[in-house]
């Protein structure tokens, strides 16, 4: 299995420092972190690490051949369960996002519903919200399987945190084989999901992993919060039971993971070699 990076080693660098850094701890591949739908002024300055949608997807690649890096995913983090709104992250982004990564050979495509953040959201009943997670991806769907991507649903969202929310999404959706899952270790945990039994039930749909641990002092948050960005300890020394996710995926088909945390080379290193020893 690859395990890549999250081009966010720097603060307010552009992603060209962020992979110069990537290599130089030894890593090959990352993830196109983050996505903007037009033009972005921090981008633009090189205080960002933002890939725009509106892109010459063919210039990012050389960017990342530039400094012998592989992109794994592209990432289209979306509000899925927010009304439809220009200026929203949401169908229409995700759609740009698929042909990005279809024309520069990049598989998987990585979205999410997201923690509701308006009223109207925050209201919605839970077949409500699958309702709407699916609605909006159908069309993003059928065109990932037209252009041979995957989009990929990661937990950090109340639907998503859960197993049988992920299943309901699936079945509205009619399990189309262009639609998996982005394992996260670390936000399936937080949401309340028991990342190793979520690695179970989905070992033959998940196409990508986030890996991160987290310390003691989030247990108290478990089942109150979705997705907490990353982690700033290494794995293997958290209360996350990564081994056990590992030993449920190790034999999975399974080609390319990221380490979503933070912090030191030290830790990054340390990471990966937790990762290795537990057979990924």
């Not at 709407?132 to 065109?143: C, D, H, N, S």
């Amino acid at each position: 299995m690859n395990i890549g990076v999250f081009l966010l080693i720097e603060p307010f660098a552009s992603v060209e420092v962020q992979l110069q850094r990537a290599r130089q701890m030894g890593f090959r591949h990352a993830d196109i972190t983050d996505t903007n739908a037009g033009g972005s002024m921090l981008g633009s300055a090189g205080f960002s690490p933002t890939v725009s949608l509106d892109e010459n997807p063919f210039e990012v690649r050389r960017l990342f051949e530039k400094y012998g890096m592989t992109p794994l995913t592209v990432c289209a983090h979306a509000a899925l369960l927010e009304p439809s709104n220009p200026g929203k992250y949401g169908t229409a982004e995700i759609m740009k996002a698929v042909k990005f990564a279809a024309a520069i050979g990049i598989k998987d495509v990585v979205t999410t519903d997201t923690d509701p953040r308006s009223d109207w959201a925050r209201n919605l009943t839970y077949q409500q919200s699958v309702f709407v997670i699916a609605e909006k991806l159908y069309t993003p769907v059928q065109m990932a399987a037209d252009y041979g991507v995957r989009i990929l649903l990661e937990p950090h969202g109340p639907i998503t945190d859960s197993i049988k929310g992920l299943q309901d999404v699936f079945e509205m959706l009619g399990n189309p084989d262009a639609l998996g899952v982005n394992l996260d270790t670390g936000n399936s945990w937080l949401g309340g999901a028991d990342p190793v039994e979520m690695a179970r039930v989905f070992k033959d749909k998940i196409h990508h992993i986030h890996w991160k641990d987290l310390g003691k002092e989030w247990q108290a948050k478990r089942g109150t919060e979705y997705g907490c960005g990353f982690s700033t300890i290494a794995l293997g020394d958290g209360v996350i039971d990564i081994k056990g996710v590992c030993e449920v995926l190790k034999d999975a088909d399974i080609e390319s993971s990221t380490l979503e945390i933070v912090g030191s080379e030290d830790i990054l290193k340390k990471s990966v070699k937790y990762l290795r020893a537990n057979g990924l």
